[in-house]
DNA sequence: ATAGGGAAATTTTTT
DNA sequence: ATTTCCCTAT
């Protein structure tokens, strides 16, 4: 017991011996905040005698969920299988097998991705005949799902016109797609969400049950959640809320999908009598860089207040290299990584995917193995998507969507014509494209392939029920002679190679998890994103890491790069013109900078193409918010007389408060109301007013009064 | 059924 | 510049 708290700081202690009611940890980079929360509830377990039937943890990804869970494994052992360590999306998913139906669900529901979607949407635009890209309405859907809102709030504030069609007709195809979804059986990822919610709104017992699970919630990233997932966690926690949520206002950067930072901002007052515990000691990085950080996220209106200690003291001063384009900052990255020659210690992280190639090309050519993270996923990968769709026709044969993508791949002599022909004869009589595969004699004239293909689907599907996903994916693989098709192809060779990989993970998955194929679907749709298998020479411990600085969150490395950092690229250009979205950008390269335990380099580009367009930019604003006795510009071939910081005692910055008014602040305005403090800058307050907008006042003249 | 041309579209994207 | 999609021609 003792040992559960020795190893800690005294705020990570007061955080773990936290026991009934509402806690926001406010944790920030590199203060272990994962340790933090294994610790409270191994606490629970020992100390309180909670048990582990009674404990949630819901984290973003299964990744930080899987970690977790390792971790409270070495640590408490055997009582850990117990406890409920999920994603938001997994644990939706699991309570609804169970109690779908009370929400409309039939049994053999299947989870369908972006792509399933847009296929959807695509072919409401061709039954309605409208000539429209897919794109704005599923970012329509998007929005309107991700806020847990309804169709008509949404269009009364939306533009006249949505993805070129009039708003009702946008309306139309939200109503066909979610009718179309649940006909075919099909939910979206918002919906695991949004019908957990309905659930749990109608059926207080299954609500109650629900909650004796989740006695004690633990909340993960809580600066990410968005409104949905805001509400699920209020409808769990309940009365009595025994909610601990962590996170950090700082490393909010997924506005873009609805994350709202308010959720953690607003946390004291949503949940009264929260107490706050601030982890603000710092184990990642040098004292140098943390003041770097430090001195960047100051700059920002919407926080609460908090400042990263070191642990470490000292630091070399970041690196600023200047180049005339991208391609020679990409020659700098590759020289300067090579003459490190710590590869695995290194990571390149960059504002958009588009920016890797270059670095990629120039890596490799020095000969610096490259690990490309979360460029395009293993799943979705066509030759995988084929083969699963498969899987999903089997264990739920109502999916359309799939099942034409399966009709004829591999081609079998059913051409898009007499594909129209049966879906059509399926939506005039009202039934499914499968029953009308099988009514195919009465449709058409030569139904001799689609008889052969339903045959073997039938066969298919029992071999669903019977047997699990590694013996299911053979049996299609031979079915269909996919093989053979793979071969005839240019890059068949790959791609078989791919689909020999899904065939490995589902033996792996069938020995570890163990299920049938439907559990095994499951656990893909909800890991989309999956860990690449390795292709190639390059084992990833031997490789420098290039990702977005989306996916480095949670990461650190002895070495990193920052590069473009340029307006227009960081901040990316469209953010420049709301506050909110330019903050953003700002916690984007704080991310970036505290992702750094030991050296960090900034470069930027005076020219890059984009677009196949030579563009010229001006260095990144943000360089501006380095203290200049931190920032060390060096030349074409590296610098080694880089100042070192002496050692300073971590005192934490005076903040340059110019008016009385913080970010985050709520206020009364005498003619404008209630609103929230985006940005205070000197005399002047930038308020956010419902329903008004943002409005610059200054602080002088406003009559601003501060509420509670 | 499929190759090949041409137009359009390119921020980030945990699930 | 490059990728992706859609149409046309074969």
Redesign the pocket.
């Known amino acids: 017991m003792d040992d559960l708290l020795s190893s800690l700081n005294p705020a990570q202690q007061e955080a773990v011996k936290h026991y009934e009611g509402p806690a926001l940890v406010v944790a920030g980079a590199g203060s272990g905040k994962t340790r933090t929360v294994v610790h409270r509830i191994a606490y629970l377990l020992r100390e309180r005698r909670v048990y582990p039937g009674e404990i949630l943890a819901v984290t ?5 969920a899987g970690e977790m869970k390792e971790r409270l494994a070495k640590m408490v052992g055997g009582p850990s299988k117990d406890l409920w360590v999920s ?4 644990a939706s ?1 699991r309570i609804l097998r169970v109690y779908g139906e009370y929400v409309g669900l039939k049994s053999g529901f299947v989870v369908y ?2 792509d399933d979607q ?1 296929a959807l949407i ?1 072919e409401i635009l061709k039954e309605l005949e409208l ?1 429209a ?3 704005p309405f599923r970012a329509m859907l998007d929005r309107i799902k991700n806020q847990g809102r309804s169709l008509s709030e949404y269009l009364g504030e939306a533009p006249d016109f949505i993805g070129g069609v009039p708003k009702e007709l946008a309306g139309d195809i939200y109503r066909r797609y979610q009718s179309g979804m649940r006909s075919q059986g099909a939910v979206d ?2 919906d ?1 969400l949004l019908l957990s919610i309905q659930l749990f709104e109608e059926q207080p017992a299954v609500l109650a049950k629900i909650r004796q699970r989740a006695r004690f919630i633990h909340v993960d ?1 809580y600066q ?3 409104p949905v997932q805001y509400k699920l966690t209020k409808l769990l926690a309940g009365e009595n809320p025994n909610l601990l949520v962590v996170g950090d206002p700082d490393q909010s ?2 506005g ?2 609805n ?1 709202d930072i308010n959720n953690i901002l607003d946390f004291t007052k949503d949940y009264p009598g929260a107490k706050v515990f601030r982890l603000e000691e710092n184990y990642r990085s040098t004292d140098a860089i943390l003041k770097v950080a430090n001195a960047v996220i100051e700059k920002n209106a919407l926080r609460l207040e908090k400042v990263l200690r070191t642990v470490k003291t000292g630091g070399e001063a970041v690196r600023l290299y200047r180049a005339p384009n991208a391609r020679e900052e990409a020659a700098f990255v590759a020289r300067e990584v090579v003459k490190l020659a710590q590869y695995p210690e290194t990571a390149v992280l960059y ?4 920016q890797s ?1 270059l670095l990629e090309e120039h890596l490799r050519r020095a000969g610096v193995p490259v690990r490309l993270v ?1 460029a ?2 293993f799943f979705e990968r066509r030759e995988i998507k084929d083969l699963l769709a498969y899987g999903r026709v089997a264990v739920n044969p109502l999916d359309g969507i799939n099942l034409r993508r399966i009709v ?1 791949t ?9 594909v129209a022909k049966l879906v059509e004869h399926a939506q005039k009589s009202g039934s499914s494209v499968l029953q009308a595969l099988r009514q195919a004699e009465s449709v058409i004239s030569r139904p001799q392939q689609v008889q052969a293909f339903v045959e073997m689907l039938d066969s298919l599907i029992e071999t669903a029920f019977e047997s699990g996903p590694a013996q299911f994916f053979e049996q299609v693989m031979d079915a269909i002679g996919f093989r053979e098709a793979l071969k005839q192809e240019l890059d068949g060779e790959e791609r078989l190679q791919n689909i020999e990989e899904l065939l490995r993970a589902a033996r792996d998955w069938e020995e570890e998890e163990g299920g049938s194929l439907s559990d095994f679907l499951d656990s893909v ?6 860990e690449e298998p390795q292709k190639g020479e390059a084992l990833p411990e031997e490789s420098v890491t290039l ?5 480095a ?1 949670g990461l650190e490395f002895p070495t990193v790069f920052l590069v473009g950092l340029e307006e227009n690229l960081l901040p ?1 250009r ?2 420049l013109n709301r506050l909110e ?1 330019l903050e ?1 950008e700002r916690r ?1 390269f704080y991310v970036g900078i505290t992702r750094a335990q030991e050296r960090l380099y900034v470069s930027y580009a005076e020219e890059r ?1 984009t ?3 030579r563009e010229y930019s001006r260095p990144s604003r943000f360089l501006d918010d380095i203290p200049e006795d931190l920032l060390k510009e060096i030349g074409a071939f590296g610098d080694t007389s880089v100042p070192v910081l002496a050692y300073t005692r971590p005192e934490p910055k005076a903040k340059t408060v110019l008016s009385d008014f913080k970010g985050g602040e709520r206020v009364k305005h005498p003619r404008f109301g209630q609103g929230t403090v985006v940005a205070a800058l000197g005399g002047e307050v930038t308020v956010m007013f419902p329903g008004l907008g943002l409005k610059k006042l200054a602080v002088k003249f406003a009559g601003l009064e501060k509420m509670d």
């Open positions: 973003f990804t299964n990744k930080a994603t938001f999306h997994s998913l991705d972006d847009s695509k000539e890209k897919p794109g990822f918002n695991l990233e990410d959640t968005n950067i997924y873009f999908r994350a504002r958009t995917n588009a190639r979360g395009v996923g004829n591999p081609p079998r002599g059913i051409g898009a014509n007499t749709a909800l890991t989309a994103k999956a990702m977005t600085l989306h996916n969150k990316h469209n953010s979205d953003e984007l193409e677009y196949g367009k």
